[in-house]
């Protein structure tokens, strides 16, 4: 275990952080903090052994790494499945109690210097992921309250899923697949996480509903309904204070070394004429699926910027997984990398679609940039922001499992170069109102003021 106490805030209060180590929540916690830290509050990270951030990264945050010899092997390539790991993020619950444990002598111990820097630990802020932490945290009453990083319409959809099996909808059958829940339009019930283990989802619900606060990346203008019923079914302060990487100061909060040639080679590209194309950073997919994707960029003639990071296609990388001749064919239209400035490529005036997995910050970043969506979830919750996208605020098309490339050459036209105008003018209004939740007087901006003094009161 390492770390030390530094920084010391102007608040006199410290807040200890606990994200689950993966990207896509990451990400957003390290955005949290950065806000936090700009309103005076001094920040302690827990970080685990698998993906680690670069701590001279964040100079002005203290760390708590910790040892876990499983999710350090994890680490080591390849990868195991995500439920693998999230299953093994149990075993840390140890080396997060001595860490704990730690920061709390440092703590106090610092309390009793003379030097008028007397700070105070307000709360725990954890990812709901991780599964013992509620019962510790209570245990020592310190107050915790939750980030979340997903989407508070798959939140609602988490603690709907009680409710959903008494109304029959739950276990699904073929022959309710194509069914649309009344009460969670416009999902249907194939987009439930039917393959993700429901003592994972528990887990998150439990871990929600037992905080002192949840703190959401979402806007109330985006999900004014689920965000309404949320606050309806818990009876704990809601603090939607996103899209959180508008809000911090500074947005790049990266762990992976960014391809800078992505921007240079935007740069060369015509207005809104590029596909981006990524999906995020844990999904998977088989090699036969890759090619078809590949195939299916080819035949659609438009320019394409290709995310396809290591560990993307089962068992193999890029260089062997595509046909013979295909990188002379693509020539100058395309350009693929393992890893790019998602957010600056978004925003680059070349870009005209973005293929995604929909994954929730993805989907967020899109939103946040007005570029229209193609559709393609692959698992957990991405299924439930796809069809948000395509069919409750239009803006992306859904592409369904298991397509061929002809028909992805035809939807990726469809996309960049006939339908994209009214998704596009769509998408720019949710724009519009993500750029003003986060102004003075808006949504975000005023539940971000909340928690500020709800952190204060402790
Ligand atoms: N991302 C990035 N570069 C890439 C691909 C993704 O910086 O080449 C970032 C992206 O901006 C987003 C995060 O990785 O913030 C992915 O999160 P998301 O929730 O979309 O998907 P996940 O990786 O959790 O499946």
């Known amino acids: ?22 990207h896509g929540h990451l990400n957003p916690m390290l955005q949290l903090a950065t806000l936090l830290y700009s309103k005076g509050f ?43 790991v999230i299953s093994s993020m149990d075993t840390c619950c140890e080396a997060f109690r001595d860490c704990l444990s730690q920061i709390l002598r440092e703590t106090a111990a610092a309390d009793t210097d003379t030097d008028g820097c007397k700070e105070h630990i307000a709360a725990l802020i954890a990812d709901p992921m991780w599964k013992f932490v509620g019962s510790l945290t209570a245990s020592i009453n310190l107050p915790r309250l939750v980030l979340r990083t997903g989407s508070i319409s798959a939140l609602l959809v988490y603690l709907s899923l009680p409710s959903l099996r008494e109304k029959g909808y739950l276990p699904a059958r073929d022959n309710n697949l194509d069914e649309i829940l009344p009460e969670l339009s416009p999902l249907k019930v194939r987009d439930l996480p039917l393959e993700w283990p429901h003592h994972l989802l528990e887990t998150f619900v439990r871990e929600t509903e037992t905080s002192h606060g949840v703190i959401c990346n979402t806007f109330e203008e985006l999900e004014s309904y689920a965000t309404a019923q949320v606050k309806r079914s818990l009876p704990i302060p809601i603090f939607p204070i996103g899209p959180l990487h508008k809000q911090s100061p500074t947005s790049d909060t990266s762990i992976w070394a960014q391809d800078q040639t992505s921007i240079t080679w935007l740069n060369k590209q015509t207005p809104k004429s590029v596909l981006y194309v990524s999906f995020g950073s844990v999904a998977t997919m088989s090699k036969a699926e890759f090619l078809e994707l590949a195939w299916g960029l080819l035949e659609s003639m438009v320019p394409i910027l290709w995310v396809v990071r290591h560990g993307l296609i089962q068992g ?3 260089n062997n997984s595509l046909p013979e001749g295909y990188l002379d064919m693509l020539g100058e239209r395309g350009h693929f990398v393992k890893w790019a400035p998602q957010l600056e490529v978004l925003s680059h005036p070349a870009v005209g679609g973005f293929w995604t997995h929909n994954g929730w910050n993805s989907t967020l970043e899109s939103i946040c940039e007005g570029v229209p969506m193609l559709c393609q979830p692959i698992f957990a919750d991405q299924d439930m922001n796809a069809r948000h996208v395509s069919d409750g605020w239009k803006i992306g098309m ?19 170069l006939e339908e994209g105008e009214e998704m596009r003018s769509r998408i720019t209004a949710l724009k519009e109102k993500a750029t003003l939740c986060v102004k003075e007087g808006g949504s975000s901006y005023t539940s971000i003021e909340r928690l500020t003094s709800y952190l204060l009161s402790f």
């Open 1 to 22: 275990m390492e770390g030390t106490m530094k920084q010391t805030s102007k608040l006199g209060r410290r807040l200890l952080l606990f994200p689950a180590p993966f």
């Open 42 to 84: 001094s920040i302690t990270i827990i970080q685990t052994p698998y993906n680690p951030i670069n701590l001279t990264d964040f100079p002005h945050f203290t760390f708590c790494s910790f040892h876990n010899s499983l999710l350090e092997s994890y680490s080591k390539s390849p990868p195991p499945d995500t439920v693998t």
């Open 316 to 318: 193999s990388e890029v």
């Open 398 to 416: 859904k592409l369904e499992k298991g397509i061929k490339r002809e028909e992805i050459a035809r939807s990726i036209r469809k996309l960049m």
